[in-house]
């Protein structure tokens, strides 16, 4: 089968099986032409509460569907590829985060979305990339525990810093590798791009940036930018639909290793399959557990607006 044809049979049986296609910016270019919505990490948990169709298939990694199913428990979500998971969601457990609240008892724990189920249920508020500085900032506490990302958690702290923010060592493997040399030299190889670059980048690398946002914001501000060479400081496939978006703008990975292995698993076949009813991998959570684990997140939904 062709793409093309495969995308017409995806479109086909979205319509027979009243399916809502969420795809991540992250995503390849062939599945976000078949989503009903693309886009950053927030604005696809404020679609999933909106989505009217039965079912979601959520293109993306596992705490993004289990953000689905937290906002709609009634709907049937499936996680395009079963072993799409975000390692920095795993990086820290119940245990160690209630270790953490007996340290610092009057400090509101702050949680990336980039977090498990079972994590949510002992946070505050979640905040997602592009969410976190004008969420902290409403906080009443000034006394913060920011997790996972140590990197994000640095950004919002100099956007804020009135605040007192806690850090926990932690973030995305993917962007925390960029180093500060890899970022000097794609500068001095495009002297005349500007340099956007995600938060989860290390602050070295965020402070030689000309803006720093989330993967929509990164993509909204080139869009709107009257410059015509920018260098892209996020996983790769940004660069690439902004080639397509803007064919008359030069677009440069800051680096060749910024590919999220897991971002990268589900292809448009496996979207078929799960549209089939076969593939993928239905996210069921205990009713319990997503009583107390969406409370962050409706936090993070009403702060955000
Ligand atoms: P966004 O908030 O930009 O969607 O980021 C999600 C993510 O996983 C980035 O690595
Ligand atoms: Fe997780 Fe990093 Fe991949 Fe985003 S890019 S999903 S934070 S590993």
Redesign the pocket.
């Known amino acids: 089968m062709t793409i093309k044809e495969v995308q017409n049979e995806i479109f086909r049986l979205k319509k027979e099986n009243d399916i809502c296609i969420l795809a991540?910016?992250y995503q390849a270019r062939e599945i976000i032409e078949v989503a009903d919505f693309s886009g950053?990490?927030?604005a696809l948990s404020k679609l999933a509460k909106t989505a009217p169709n039965r079912t979601v298939i959520m293109c993306g990694v596992r705490f993004m569907a289990e953000t689905v199913k937290m906002l709609s428990p009634d709907k049937k979500v499936i996680l395009s590829h079963p072993d799409a998971g975000?390692p920095m969601a795993e990086q820290m457990d119940v245990d160690f985060i209630s270790q953490m609240k007996e340290m610092y008892p009057d400090y509101t724990v702050v949680a990336y979305i980039?977090t498990t189920t079972a994590l949510k249920t002992v946070c505050d508020v979640c905040v997602?990339?592009?969410s976190a500085v004008k969420i902290v900032k409403q906080l009443e506490n000034n006394n913060i525990l920011f997790v996972p990302d140590c990197n994000l958690g640095a950004f919002v702290q100099k956007q804020i810093p009135e605040k007192n923010i806690k850090l926990v060592q932690g973030g995305?493997p993917t962007?925390a590798a960029i180093t500060e040399k890899e970022a000097q030299k794609a500068k001095a190889d495009h002297p005349n791009a500007l340099l956007l670059v995600?938060p989860?980048c290390r602050p070295a690398v965020s402070e030689m940036a000309d803006y720093v946002g989330?993967?929509?914001g990164i993509m909204d501000y080139a869009v709107n930018s009257d410059q015509k060479e920018f260098i892209i400081g996020t996983?790769n496939s940004i660069a690439e639909h902004l080639q397509y978006l803007c064919p008359d703008k030069r677009f440069y990975a800051l680096s060749k290793e910024l590919i999220?292995p897991n971002m990268k698993l589900t292809t448009l076949v496996d979207v078929l399959n799960c549209c089939k009813g076969v593939g993928g991998d239905e996210i069921l959570l205990e009713p319990e557990m997503i009583e107390k684990a969406r409370k962050c997140i409706d936090a993070m939904i009403a702060l955000g607006g």
């Open positions: 991540h910016s950053d990490s927030y975000c980039n997602t990339s592009s995305c962007h995600h989860e989330s993967t929509s996983e999220c």
